[in-house]
């Protein structure tokens, strides 16, 4: 199959590329930059030069394609205060696809997330989040839509991941944590360091995306969570340990000044499951769980 990619020389997607190919499948990536279309043309793939808010490009892209794998988010401007406009502008690529593959029965599948699912219990697949209208609520918005198109003929489906999806190279939470003890000098948890959050290996999550493009029936939502939940403490001690700081609790109210922009989240209880994903494509991940690859040391170089 030819599957278009966009994200495809991100985070996930790196790792995604390959996972198709080796499994016989041609990849058409979206690239906004030369670095980004050098990347995937070394990893085999065709390039489509263009960014999300080519609304044109996207659709014409998707209709020559056997479906597609959406990864990627405006997060340069989320980042920067505007998460609503990275949130319509990903709406409004997914209702792009939808047109693009109406009727069809080709595949869409798009990433969202676990946090905030079901506060104070593990959340399962079968859990919706809140839709309050809020600018953060927006991709859950947009998860919703994309369910919805199992009702134009679009086999649509929506797969969940890990606040951290770990690995060589990460630039995400578990980096941030890191930078942020040795440059305080204490590896710091929020209040008694219990609250847990998932975690996946992103070669495991790769898999899982490629699965769920090749099997998950239309309206089908798909957790990418190898652990269900990882107490923060027990992160904060391995960076502790490995860094030779001292591990130490940070008041909630003091999150956001020792954590900064991390301390919205870092103090959240978020488990979440992924049996029923497990069970309907036969996922199983084998990638090295959270604190045993950062006890491999490359977070630390």
Do not use: K
Not at 11 to 37: F, K, Y
Not at 272 to 287: I, K
């Amino acid at each position: 199959m030819r599957y278009f990619v966009t994200g495809a020389s991100g985070w996930i997607g790196s790792a995604l590329v390959p996972e198709l190919t080796a499994a016989g499948h041609s990849v058409v990536g979206l690239a906004r930059s030369g670095t980004s279309a050098a990347a995937l043309t070394a990893a085999g793939a065709e390039v489509v030069h263009g960014s999300l808010d080519d609304l044109d490009l996207l659709g014409r892209t998707a209709a020559g394609s056997d479906g597609v794998i959406h990864l990627a988010f405006r997060h340069d401007i989320a980042f920067s205060g505007d998460y609503r406009g990275a949130s319509d502008a990903d709406r409004a690529a997914v209702d792009t696809f939808g047109d693009a593959l109406a009727e069809s029965g080709r595949p869409l599948v798009i990433a969202s997330g676990v946090a905030g699912l079901a506060p104070g219990r593990t959340a399962t697949e079968r859990d919706m989040p809140v839709l309050d209208g809020s600018p953060v609520s927006g991709r859950a918005v947009t998860a919703r839509a994309t369910l919805d198109l199992a009702d134009r003929g679009v086999r649509a489906s929506v797969v969940r991941l890990s606040p951290t999806c770990h690995g060589e190279g990460d630039n995400g939470f578990m980096r941030t944590l890191v930078d942020t003890a040795r440059a305080r000098g204490v590896s710091g948890y929020v209040g008694d360091g219990a609250n847990r959050w998932p975690a996946v290996h992103r070669l495991d999550a790769a898999r899982l995306f490629r699965l769920a493009v090749e099997q998950a029936p239309a309206g089908s939502v798909l957790h990418g969570t190898a652990e269900e939940g990882v107490a923060l403490r027990e992160v904060a001690e391995v960076i502790g340990r490995h860094l030779g700081v001292e591990t130490a609790s940070v008041a909630p109210e003091r999150a956001g000044e020792h954590f900064g922009w991390l301390g919205a989240f870092v103090g959240f209880d978020a488990p979440a499951s992924s049996a029923l994903t497990r069970d309907l494509l036969g996922w199983t991940p084998r990638g090295p769980g959270l604190l045993a690859d950062l006890d491999q040391g490359h977070y630390f170089r």
